[in-house]
C-alpha cells in the first residue's frame, strides 16, 4: 500500500513537500513514481527514482526545482520536495510503485499500485 500526504495550499515561489509512506511487500527491483493529475487533463509523470534512490527522474518541467529523497530516519517513506512551485503545478499528486523496465517510467500504466492522492494548490 501506498499513502501520500502533505499537500494544500502555497503562494507561487514556495515550496512544499509531500510524502508518500509504502507498507506491505516491496521489491527492491521497483522504482516509487510521482505523478500528478490537474483538473481537467490526463495524469503525467513528475517524477521517479530507484528503491534506494540511487537514480532519479524527472519530467522537464519540474527539473530543478522537485526533488525526490527517501526519508534517512524511515527508508519506507519517500519524499518530494517542491520548490519555485507555479499556478500550473496545481494538481492532485499520487505517488506509485513501478513495475517494468526503466524505459516505461513515465508511463503511468507501468505502475501497478497507487496512493490516494493529495492535492496541492499554488495560488498566484
Known amino acids: 500500500q501506498l499513502q501520500a500526504s502533505g499537500g494544500g495550499l502555497v503562494q507561487a515561489g514556495g515550496s512544499m513537500r509531500l510524502s508518500c509512506a509504502v507498507s506491505?511487500?516491496?521489491?527492491?527491483?521497483?522504482?516509487m513514481g510521482w505523478f500528478r493529475q490537474a483538473p481537467g487533463k490526463e495524469r503525467e509523470f513528475v517524477a521517479a527514482?530507484?528503491?534506494?534512490?540511487?537514480?532519479?527522474?524527472y519530467a522537464d518541467s519540474v527539473k530543478g526545482r522537485f526533488t525526490v529523497s527517501r526519508d534517512n530516519a524511515k527508508n519506507t517513506v519517500y519524499l518530494l520536495q517542491m520548490n519555485s512551485l507555479k499556478p500550473e503545478d496545481t494538481a492532485v499528486y499520487y505517488c506509485?510503485?513501478?513495475?517494468?523496465?526503466?524505459?516505461?517510467?513515465?508511463?503511468?500504466?507501468?505502475?501497478?499500485?497507487w496512493g490516494q492522492g493529495t492535492l496541492v494548490t499554488v495560488s498566484s
Open positions: 506491505g511487500r516491496t521489491a527492491s527491483s521497483s522504482r
Open positions: 506509485a510503485r513501478h513495475r517494468g523496465p526503466l524505459s516505461t517510467v513515465r508511463f503511468s500504466t507501468s505502475y501497478d499500485s
Open positions: 527514482s530507484t528503491w534506494n534512490v540511487a537514480s532519479t527522474y
